[in-house]
């Protein structure tokens, strides 16, 4: 993976850890407001989301 590809897909995606580390929400509480919207991570991972899918949450 080039540099260039590694920062296209760090602009389109997000994994969980990070959020938990840069929202300071814990993870838990992350889940369950993912859970009360029905936010999936990306088909084929477990723990990558969407950036579009997490608009309002990153605002």
């Not at 260039?4 to 929202?23: A, E, G, K, M, W």
């Not at 814990?26 to 579009?52: C, H, M, N, T, V």
Request: aromatic share 12%; charged share 15%; proline share 2%.
């Amino acid at each position: 993976m080039s540099a260039t590809d590694r920062h296209v897909f760090h602009q389109r995606f997000i994994s969980f850890c990070i959020l938990d580390v840069t929202q300071h929400l814990g993870w838990s509480k992350i889940q369950a407001l993912f859970d009360a919207d029905a936010i999936q991570p990306e088909r084929g991972s477990a723990s990558i989301y969407s950036r579009a899918n997490l608009a309002n949450f990153l605002t």
